[in-house]
């Protein structure tokens, strides 16, 4: 795929402790911290330890426990906050920008987590 990978992005300087995050959960292979800048009254991001750019990246390039390790994370992180469907009331929404026409800021694959409260209809 040919990605050049920008180990400066803020992700890679939390992933080597340079900016600090406030943790939900670590493993392995991922790191699961509060956004920043909240979209909503639970915003949590998701990230791969490994160094990729973005979902193509690693869906071609990352090997199958890494991707194994992310998958299974979020969906950890989600019953972690209580937001898992299942709860009464509860639900959430998972969201990666990829690329220039997603408007990706951060240089490194991210899901975004959403949730705690009834969320307003999918934006285009
Ligand atoms: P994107 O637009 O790339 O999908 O989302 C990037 C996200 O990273 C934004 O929601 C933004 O608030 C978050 N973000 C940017 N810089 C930092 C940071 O230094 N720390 C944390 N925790 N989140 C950040």
Same mark, same amino acid.
Do not use: W
């Given at each position: 795929m040919g990605y ?10 939390? +992933? @080597? ?20 800048? /909240?979209?909503? /009254?639970?915003?949590? +991001?998701?990230? /791969?330890?490994?160094?990729y750019v973005n979902y193509d990246h690693f869906a071609t390039e990352a ?17 972690? +906050?209580?937001?898992? /469907? ?6 959430? @929404?998972?969201?990666a920008n990829a690329g220039?026409d997603a408007?990706q800021?951060?240089p &490194?694959l991210?899901? &975004? ?12």
């Open positions: 050049s990978y920008d180990d400066q992005n803020v992700f890679a300087r939390i +992933l @080597r402790g340079e900016i600090p995050n406030k943790t939900v959960m670590e493993t392995e292979h991922s790191l699961a911290f509060e956004d920043i800048n /909240p979209q909503a /009254p639970v915003h949590v +991001l998701v990230i /791969p330890k490994g160094a090997s199958d426990a890494e991707i194994v390790d992310f998958t299974r994370t979020v969906g950890e992180v989600c019953r972690k +906050l209580g937001v898992a /469907p299942g709860a009464e009331g509860a639900g959430y @929404r998972l969201l220039a408007n800021e951060v &490194h991210h899901v &975004h987590i959403f949730a705690g409260g009834r969320l307003g209809p999918m934006i285009m």
